[in-house]
């Protein structure tokens, strides 16, 4: 027997003291939700890929991005971030920069061509879908994995919906959208574009379609009652942005007004800048607490020149003179008018006043419940009818491209489920990976790294894109950033403290074990997990 | 700046390993081919923060020396938890003699493999506090005034734990011990007594002395090395939470560690021939009120007939440390004691 030196008696070792039998709970590795993971209304595993990019495996990390979302490069553009508010590295500085890796790993993907997974073996099952919107593309490429046969049909000429439309080329440039659509078609979708679904009934029977997919967005911007001379020149922000996308631009003159208080307003008014406009002036009933708007895009706008008039509602617009009556917030925080009143020259009125649906395809049909101007849906997306699903801006939802981009994936799994006959599984979620969990003494300080913006100066003539993106440098610095909240990532933290030497370190996927044979169960290895992937659990005795 | 960038590694220079960084930067803790010198199955209690510093200290050290190392220890908890007959935990030779003479049994091991022509053997003496400040400290105070090769290490849990918490020279001010009880204007330890070790083995001028804890484990594991890196007389004082002896919580062992660095109680340094080289400076300022409030044997200073005067006399101490080291912490903003 080979003896370690100067040993020369066997001893009996203490492995014969099974000290697990003291114990009272036991340790057990689990998987939390990460809270960017639960935000996110894709449905993305955002902690998933960040680990995978984390050693710059950037081709596995966009690979399990797509598993959910097939935009990155869309999204890491046009998401208002959800999960970056929900990021449990407040606790430690800021919140990790996900959109801007989420960005980086999708101009990557494009960079190197990288493909999307093939389509599933076929199933035989037809789907239309109607609306080429985010919403749309989505599901036709979550039913291209599951091996439907899809036709995606839109009413204009290009695909994209409201990113192509509605969303300006500054943020987020017509090559990268083009190049995110074609991935997807190139899964073998059938496209029919300037074809305008007038009646689904007909549609579906005339196309032999087992399940159809409405998606129709909310193109129509809402009007309002405003007294305005047969000279003024009003338009609503929807049909601005259009033309505009179609490099038809609308003649608005040098001082144009904006109506209304979201993120459509702003992109008009921003807009309405690069064509020229000295005076792009948003009118707002409320004041800026309250602006639905994203605040980075408020930001962004004021920085280019764009003014508010916060607390004012537009009374009239006569030649070329805007009336506006000022407003006061009451005690609920409601606007109410004071009965003052402030002119305003205008060559122009745009119109941001929200956006309705366009049913009519649905006229005709008694099944399908449409209510506040949306169609009902259950949580598989499927309306009244069997069959026939509707997500997106058509469906109730937060109107935001993630959130299209979530309905379409669960649409294609309820449609999937529909076609086969089983029932549709939601996965279950495991508990969420709140800040409590964390132990943050481990984490380095690293504060968090911004992308660069275009010079305010550039901005206000063209259409070049204003956000940059991150260099691999940075976006590896921002992804190691990740605290991995709920899920181990291999800081051998349990294995160095424990007193007993009861971890087993495999390595691989399996990572680590307990060796409860000598597991006492005092919990430091719970206590010194930097991200809560460990639990105690009760021995039964 | 981008060099930072590149050398940032999500939990950085804190955990025991990190799979971004390559085997050579990671502890020797992280390693599945560690020694383990002390082996599962010993007899320790539940969180034990001795048996933990042990084996950090010994596993680093047979890195250090290639495993050319042999460990004699003093009676304590250590010993006796790890070898109860016919068993032992050990997977490094040791030695067990009595509980004053550890560094007397040291030296003659060294001047043996001296002897022996076998220099490349190197030797370290163990003890807990109460081996190290009280009984055993004439053998000690010889072995460095002799300058003998070896490295001393003392796990401190500032008591005779392993007889039933008895107050040790070691002990610190205002703590319930079996022998001092929460009686009298000062109760618990009195102030005033006691003795510093690191700073009196500083005092006899040998080439290294070193204090660390179970909370940072890089450091640690340096200082080890760094230790073994000398010929001669070196110190080691390692702080060692005791679950039993302090009634803490038993998962609280590391967390309590690190508490005692960053109030400054425990201050982290290292010195060379009697001076100051290096200093752990504060992280995140606590108060002493956060570690002193997770032990039982503090629980007389809380509470309805609480004794702030007392604590403010512990913060006092936490303070003159935090001036005599310059731990304060690198960035004002850090500093989240509420008095601050
Ligand atoms: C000469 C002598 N006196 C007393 C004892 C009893 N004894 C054994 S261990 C111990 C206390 C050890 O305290 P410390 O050195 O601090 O080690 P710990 O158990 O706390 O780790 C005592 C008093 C003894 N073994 N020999
Ligand atoms: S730290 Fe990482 S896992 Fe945790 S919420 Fe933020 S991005 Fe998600
Ligand atoms: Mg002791």
Redesign the pocket.
């Known amino acids: 027997m080979e003896r370690p030196f100067a040993i020369t008696l066997d001893v009996g070792t203490s492995r014969a003291n099974h000290t697990g039998s003291w114990r009272v709970e036991r340790p057990v590795y689990v998987d939390r939700l990460p809270p960017c993971n639960d935000a996110c209304p894709a449905g993305e595993n955002i902690q998933g890929w960040l680990y995978e990019a984390e050693s710059g495996g950037y081709e596995a990390a966009w690979r399990k991005l797509v598993e959910n979302n097939p935009l990155p490069a869309i999204m890491g553009r046009v998401c208002f971030h959800p999960c970056e508010s929900a990021c449990n590295r407040v606790q430690v500085d800021e919140a990790v920069g996900i959109n801007a890796v989420e960005r980086f790993l999708g101009d990557t993907a494009i960079e190197h061509g990288w493909s999307l997974p093939a389509a599933g073996p076929d199933t035989g099952k037809r789907v239309l879908v109607v609306g080429a919107g985010p919403a749309g593309l989505s599901a036709a490429y979550h039913l291209r994995l599951l091996g439907h046969q899809v036709r995606l049909v839109d009413s204009s000429p290009k695909l994209g919906g409201m990113l192509r439309y509605g969303i300006p080329a500054y943020r987020l440039p017509r090559a990268i959208l083009d190049a995110e659509i074609a991935r997807i078609t190139d899964m073998g979708v059938e496209v029919v574009a300037n074809h305008t679904v007038h009646d689904i009934d007909a549609e579906r029977r005339e196309g032999g379609f087992d399940a159809v997919f409405l998606a129709v967005g909310a193109q129509l911007g809402k009007r309002v009652n405003i007294p305005a001379g047969d000279s003024s020149k009003v338009i609503d922000a929807v049909s601005f942005l259009h033309q505009v996308a179609d490099e038809d631009p609308p003649m608005l003159g040098r001082r144009v007004i904006v109506y209304g208080g979201g993120d459509t307003a702003l992109d008009a008014a921003r807009t309405a800048r690069r064509l020229g406009a000295t005076d792009a002036v948003i009118v707002y009933r409320r004041n800026r607490d309250k602006m639905p708007a994203h605040a980075e895009e408020v930001e962004q706008a004021l920085g280019e020149g764009v003014t508010v008039r916060w607390l004012s509602t537009v009374e009239r617009f006569e030649n070329e003179r805007l009336v506006l009556e000022k407003m006061r917030l009451n005690a609920d925080g409601f606007p109410e008018p004071t009965g003052e009143y402030e002119e305003l020259d205008a060559d122009s009125l745009v119109l941001a006043l929200g956006q309705d649906t366009d049913l009519s395809l649905l006229e005709g049909n008694d099944n399908v419940e449409v209510r506040d101007g949306v169609v009902q849906v259950a949580t598989t997306m499927m309306t009244n009818e069997g069959g026939v699903f509707a997500g997106g801006d058509a469906a109730p939802s937060d109107r935001t491209a993630t959130v299209a981009v979530g309905h379409g994936k669960r649409a294609a799994r309820g449609i999937d489920a529909y076609l086969r006959n089983v029932d549709f599984v939601s996965g279950d979620r495991h508990d969420l990976a709140t800040a409590d969990h964390l132990n943050t003494w481990y984490y380095a300080d690293a504060p968090r790294t911004e992308r660069p913006e275009l010079e305010r100066i550039r901005r206000q003539t063209n259409f070049e894109e204003v956000i940059g993106g991150l260099t691999e440098e940075n976006a590896l610095f921002e992804a190691r950033r990740c605290l991995s909240c709920g899920n181990c990532f291999e800081c051998d933290n349990c294995f160095g403290v424990c007193p007993d030497n009861a971890v087993i370190k495999l390595g691989g996927d399996v990572k680590y074990v307990f060796n409860y044979d000598f597991c006492k169960g005092c919990g430091i290895c719970v206590r010194e997990c930097p991200c809560g992937a460990i639990e105690m659990v009760p021995e039964l005795i | 700046m981008s060099e930072q960038r590149v050398h940032f590694y999500q939990v950085g220079s804190f955990a025991v390993g990190n799979r971004l960084l390559s085997a050579d930067d990671r502890t020797v803790q992280s390693s599945p081919h560690r020694t383990n010198s002390i082996d599962s199955g010993h007899r320790a209690c539940q969180g034990c923060g ?1 048996a933990l510093g042990a084996r950090y200290a010994l596993d680093a050290a047979m890195r250090a020396t290639n495993g050319q190392l042999l460990a004699v220890n ?7 938890f790890s070898t109860p007959y016919p068993e032992t935990s050990w997977r490094i030779p040791w030695l067990h003699s ?3 003479n550890a560094p007397a049994v040291a030296t003659g091991v060294a001047a043996a493999m001296r002897v022996k022509g076998r220099s490349d053997v190197r030797v370290i003496g163990q ?6 400040v ?3 400290f004439g053998t000690l105070s010889g072995m460095f005034e002799r300058n003998d090769d070896v490295l001393f290490i003392c ?3 500032e ?5 039933g918490v ?1 107050r ?1 020279a ?1 002990t610190p001010p205002a703590a319930r011990t079996a022998t001092t009880d929460v009686v009298g204007a000062e109760p618990g330890n009195g102030f005033g007594q006691g003795k510093d070790l690191p700073r009196i083995a500083m005092a006899h001028d040998i080439p290294y002395v070193a204090t660390a804890t179970v909370a940072d484990l890089h450091d640690l594991e340096r200082k080890v090395e760094r230790a073994m890196s000398f010929r001669g007389a070196r110190y080691l004082h390692v702080f060692v939470p ?1 679950p039993l ?1 302090w009634g803490s919580a038993s998962n609280d062992t590391i967390h309590l560690a690190r508490l005692a660095k960053e109030t400054g109680l425990f201050p982290v340094f290292e010195a060379e021939h009697g001076v100051v080289t290096n200093v752990s400076r504060i992280r995140r300022l606590a108060p002493v009120e956060e570690y002193l409030k997770l032990q039982r044997r503090y629980a007389h200073l809380f509470g309805a007939k609480g004794r702030p005067d007392i604590v403010a006399r512990l913060q006092a101490i936490a303070d003159a440390n935090i001036a005599r080291y310059g731990l304060a912490p690198e960035r004002g903003e850090l500093d989240n004691r509420e008095d601050a």
């Open positions: 001795e003093a009676t304590g908890c250590l010993e006796v009595l509980f004053g003890a807990g506090d109460g081996g190290t009280d009984i055993g796990y401190d849990n008591g005779y734990m392993n007889t008895q040790s070691a005791c002896g």
